[in-house]
């Protein structure tokens, strides 16, 4: 099955475009977890057990594990989505970007080591730097294009002969990068103008769209600027306003009451 065969199984089968983001920070865990030599899998396994039967993917953020030298725990964490819940797709963020050789072996560490379905890299290396990605049929890739930061528009709104460079971005990864039907597109919720004039451009592309949640991104406003004719070509991504609603040892169970939440919240507005 491929990437995105397994994505649009797991949208229709617990009817959720909510992603919950896996940016699991030590600083921020309950006390009963601070001395654990495990922690950070632990924590992950509370949050994955109770928010499972509600999203349609998870995605792991790799800098709060290597800054922590806890690598061997998100190989964990993922094999343990992969084992107990395997309809659900893991997309590993590394937002790697680097000259083809290199490229090889971060394709190499995100879809073999960690055995991710899915990894987002960054597209401004071109596409030689994109290719050894693209070439895992059946694995997704996830190009940044218009990011939900508020610097985004440093450098993505810059104009390239007569289009903002993120439009650019979309129209050559539809039309030259996508030949194994593989790519998705990362577009902030928190730019929702932007995202319709992308979703114009690439058809039916999934985006994984962070920023709702702790970024404030409006999600009546995101869905409808970006859902597909059959609402849904969304991955809607929350990692802090999920996995640190509570700081207590309630943490999974207020983790799910939030999830539960947002996906209603984005169902309403669902074609
Ligand atoms: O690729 C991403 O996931 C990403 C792209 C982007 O434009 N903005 C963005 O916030 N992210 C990631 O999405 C997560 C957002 O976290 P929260 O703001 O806590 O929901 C972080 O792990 C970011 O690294």
Redesign the pocket.
Known sequence: MTFIEKLSCAWEKNNSLVCV?L?PDTERFPSSLRDVPDAIFQFNKAIIDATHDLVCAY?P?I??FSAESAEDQLEKTIQYIQTEYPDIPV?L?S?RGDIGSTAKKYAVEAFERYKADAV?INPYLGFDSAEPFLNYKDKGT?L?C????RG?NDLQDLDVGGMPLYQKVASMITEQWNFNKNCML???ATWPSQMSEVREIVGDMPF?V??????GGDIEALVKAGQTANGTGLII???????YASEGDNFASAARSVVVDLREKINLHRN
Request: glycine fraction near 14%.
């Open positions: 983001g940016d995605k953020q800098a709060y997309i963020d937002k987002t996830v940044l218009r990011t939900s930061n985004a990362v577009v902030g994984l962070p920023g709702v949640g702790a970024q991504s929350s990692s802090r306003g999920v996995i």
